[in-house]
């Protein structure tokens, strides 16, 4: 199994940074992504943002310019960002992992870890 463990979620004013993190571990075979996506109350899960092996991103059209994703030296672990938030940038944010194995990808998730942006 893979687990991932978040950390950084929290209450910030409008206008103001997190930083989020997530650090897979387990049997990891061979990451093709790691991704930020979030829910809100009554919402569906979206993209946030997306790092791939190569080192490609994208981000959801609400973020660019004020959210950055990045791995870590240890390419197991991402992070996320966040600047110039919100109050519609509250949401749980769950971590994504995207592991090949074979001819086949897999999803893990972590536990979420909740944003909420207030004043």
């Known amino acids: 199994q893979v687990q991932l463990v978040e950390s950084g979620g929290g209450l910030v004013q409008p206008g103001g940074s997190l930083r989020l993190s997530c650090a897979a571990s387990?049997?990891?075979?061979?990451?093709?992504?790691m991704a930020w996506y979030r829910q809100a109350p009554g919402n569906q899960r979206e993209l946030v943002a997306v790092?791939?092996?190569?080192?490609?991103?994208n981000y959801d059209d609400s973020v660019k310019g004020r959210f950055t994703i990045s791995r870590g030296n240890a390419k197991n672990t991402v992070y996320l960002e966040m600047n110039s938030l919100k109050p519609e940038d509250t949401a749980v944010y769950y971590c994504n992992v995207k592991d090949r194995r074979g001819l086949n990808e897999y999803d893990f998730w972590g536990q979420g870890t909740q944003v909420t942006v207030t004043s």
């Open positions: 790092i791939t092996s190569g080192g490609r991103t």
């Open positions: 387990g049997s990891i075979f061979s990451i093709n992504a």
